[in-house]
């Protein structure tokens, strides 16, 4: 089992920027990517960006390239979002992801966290 504890979510004026965490704890062994999805009140959960276990790969949603960075810190085995330059339609919770590979934590990941809502107001 994997544990995976977001934070860092808020309210946020259109414009500003806002970075969320996420701490991986447990069973991480063999889990060579993590990565982050978003689901907005009505609509379905959709990637946002990913990351390999060394932080030398990275891959984005479209929405998300350009404003967002993902990184990690390995030895606090912890995971990034930096979000800048925020809209409107960026409202929704911010869930963190593990997965074999990035293709797969893009596709299907195998845990989950629980999500951090992050509110932009316009």
């Known amino acids: 089992q994997v544990q995976l504890v977001e934070s860092g979510g808020g309210l946020v004026q259109a414009g500003g920027s806002l970075t969320v965490s996420c701490a991986a704890g447990g069973r991480t062994f063999g889990y060579y990517a993590m990565g982050w999805f978003r689901q907005a009140p009505g609509k379905e959960r959709e990637f946002v960006a990913a990351i390999n276990w060394l932080g030398r790969s990275t891959v984005y949603a479209d929405s998300a390239k350009g404003r967002f960075t993902v990184s990690k810190d390995n030895d606090k085995n912890t995971l990034y979002l930096q979000m800048t330059r925020l809209k409107y339609e960026d409202t929704a919770v911010y869930y963190c992801?593990?997965?074999?590979?990035?293709?797969?934590?893009?596709?299907?990941?195998?845990?989950w966290g629980q999500g951090t809502q992050v509110t932009v107001s316009s």
């Open positions: 992801a593990v997965g074999t590979s990035l293709e797969g934590v893009r596709t299907g990941p195998d845990f």
